[in-house]
Nanobody
Framework: QVQLVESGGNLVQAGGSLRLSCAASGTFFNINTMAWYRQAPGKQRELVTTITRDGATNYAMSVKGRLTISRDNATNAVYLQMNSLEPEDTAIYYC??????????????WGQGTQVTVSS
């Protein structure tokens, strides 16, 4: 089992910055892909960015150049640096990971979400 706890969400003005953090804890062999998703009011949850254990990244077109994902494998943490924030970035941001357990099963886990609100 893996528990993911996000932090760092806040209210910020357009053009501002935030840094989200997500810490994974529990019993597992290792964590493979980690990601950030978001869900805006009235919309479906969407993928924002992913990062593999080796550090390869992918971004949604809407956030490229403004948001940066990083991770620390030693502490099983993932981060999202958010710059040049726009009102359209307002959403609940969810941390996600794929973790391998000691029986070699890979399971998906979600955090509880952290609210990011960008005012115009």
């Amino acid at each position: 089992q893996v528990q993911l706890v996000e932090s760092g969400g806040n209210l910020v003005q357009a053009g501002g910055s935030l840094r989200l953090s997500c810490a994974a804890s529990g019993t597992f062999f290792n964590i493979n892909t980690m990601a950030w998703y978001r869900q805006a009011p009235g919309k479906q949850r969407e993928l924002v960015t992913t990062i593999t254990r080796d550090g390869a990244t992918n971004y949604a077109m809407s956030v490229k150049g403004r948001l940066t994902i990083s991770r620390d494998n030693a502490t099983n943490a993932v981060y999202l640096q958010m710059n040049s924030l726009e009102p359209e970035d307002t959403a609940i941001y969810y941390c996600y990971c794929e973790a391998r357990d000691f029986d070699n099963w890979v399971r998906n886990y979600w955090g509880q979400g952290t609210q990011v609100t960008v005012s115009s």
